[in-house]
């Protein structure tokens, strides 16, 4: 491909962004051009690298320095090759004494670790059959204090059984007697239903009566016994949060 | 004491929880069980977990630590279900991130070399996201940082351990 | 179209790795399977699951949603187990800790003169933990790495920023 061609391939203007790097433009003309990359036409290479630098518009010396190095670089490696060949020494010191062999060097370290890239971006995107770990987001929630202690849940009732008392005045009857274990599985029901906890107070939402409280309150004493429930304070005096004893 | 049946739930639960690999001495500790003891119940409990070919979740064992992780069979949906807002990594970190998986430990200067432009910028940000860990120093003159990749990266790309990256060949 | 035994592992699969409540409905638009031949299917699995009480993890489903969970019969199991957060601080790491969040950006000499004694290993502990992370250098002979604490610090001590430390009178 003739300059020329690339230049009109570029009508627009050119995104040095899209490349990661200046190897990463050389090694695409290098594909573009299906070069032999260990006989890389330097002259011609080095022509349309410029081409692509001032075809890239804004000239911002910090995005551009690295590609400015390798330009001067590139330069450099061009006059070198236009130099007369020294006397025809052995043909293997020869070979040695090429002045691409860096470059070309430094293009397959950065081809080979394109490719991995490659592979863990297929890999990321499920290209490649993987498997998966659980979501660890909830191992980054806030660290949280067990707190079980009984002292705490008291008071938390001892507060309740004010409210309850605020409101003697309109007196229900009990239905009949209340079963600690029924209120177990009550309990046990409502949480199921919230496996993210619910409130202390609001398990007492439907409760009627003192002696309901009472029966609620003993039940969810014996079901954290169990250890089939818990009860976390985030903090001292916060809200005490009651869940099923799951670990998700 | 545990029974068999007990000790089996109860490593399920734990690599469950974990979400991560789990090393055998770590079981042995928690469940309060003897190393050879367990050993053989691991073996046993694996061949049984695995068996099944159509089974969703899978136990691995890699170099003494365990892990519970999908089975690959199922890695199509799983893709699928993935929620876009997951954050794709640009091609320079990629790039920047084989380098660091493939020659790790390895240094900012040694990373540059490679790229052929400076990488601070995206050092910084796969170390904010976790993909990547300061391994230790390198002792040359200066004693400049290593990094290296972390479990989070294994998590990101589905490896169950460094050993699953295929060779890089030198391609011409 | 999947087999039965395979939407099963699906599900199992799709519970495993999203670790919160799926609804069915969700899971009907993954699989791409008619809603009501996903119910009788979930209905067979939960029960396939759940039957053995011994088993670490177990299903639940609650109004439509399925939520992947231990076994509540191994909780003491669990917490015994270390939680990443939970660990306490031996003492000598908080004193070491304490002095990093008050004098940040702290070298490791100028921790050391303050406690008398080596700081390497509570140092890399501590950047191990997350508690801590290296600031930078601090501009003397031999450029030594300065500390600082972390966001994991804040965190892990309830803070919402290094402000709330209560201020400290330095004695003399």
């Known amino acids: 491909m003739t300059i020329d061609k690339v230049m009109s391939n570029l009508a627009y203007v050119v995104d040095l962004e899209s490349f990661h790097g200046p190897l990463d433009l050389l090694l695409y003309l290098i594909e573009e051009n299906e070069l032999d990359i260990y006989d890389i036409p330097i002259a011609s290479i080095s022509d349309q690298y410029l081409s692509y630098l001032q075809a890239s518009g804004d000239f911002d010396l910090d995005k551009m320095g690295d590609f400015l190095i390798m330009a001067s670089y590139l330069l450099n490696l061009k006059s070198q090759m236009l130099l007369p060949k020294r006397p025809a020494v052995e043909e293997e010191e020869s070979e040695l004494l090429d002045p691409r062999q860096e470059l070309v060097q430094k293009l397959l370290d950065y081809k080979k670790y394109k490719n991995a890239a490659e592979y863990l971006q297929q890999r990321q995107s499920g290209e490649i059959s993987r498997v998966f770990y659980r979501s660890s987001d909830l191992q980054y929630l806030p660290n949280r204090e067990l707190a079980a202690e009984t002292t705490m849940l008291f008071r938390a009732y001892q507060t309740l059984l004010r409210e309850y008392n605020k409101s003697e005045g309109t007196y229900l009857l009990p239905q009949g007697d209340v079963n600690i274990a029924d209120k177990m599985e009550e309990i046990s029901n409502l949480l199921h239903r919230k496996p993210e906890g619910m409130v202390f107070q609001d398990l007492f939402a439907e409760v009627h009566n003192l002696r309901e409280a009472l029966a609620l309150f003993l039940a969810l004493l014996e079901l954290l016994r169990l250890q089939r429930v818990q009860a976390i304070q985030d903090q001292a005096f916060g809200e005490i949060i009651v869940s099923l004893r799951v670990a998700i | ?172």
């Open chain 2, 1 to 172: 004491m545990l029974m068999r049946e007990e000790v089996m739930g109860a490593v399920e639960a734990i690599l469950f929880v974990r979400a991560e690999q789990v090393g055998i001495d770590e079981l042995v500790e928690i469940l309060d069980i003897p190393l050879l003891e367990l050993r053989v119940l691991m073996r046993e409990m694996l061949s049984d977990y695995n068996q099944n070919k159509n089974r969703g979740v899978q136990i691995l064992e890699v170099d003494g630590f365990y892990l519970m992780c999908t089975n690959p069979a199922y890695s199509d949906i799983l893709t699928r279900m993935e929620k876009p807002g997951r954050k794709r990594l640009s091609p320079a970190a990629l790039d920047t991130l084989a380098i660091i998986a493939y020659r790790q430990p390895v240094t900012r200067a040694e990373i540059e070399q490679v790229r052929g432009v400076k990488a601070d910028r995206i050092i910084n940000n796969l170390l904010e996201k976790g993909l990547i860990l300061e391994l230790g120093f390198k002792p040359v003159v200066g004693k400049p940082v290593t990094y290296g990749t972390s479990e989070e990266f294994l998590r990101v790309f589905g490896l169950t351990s460094l050993k699953e990256l295929p060779a890089i060949m030198e391609e011409t």
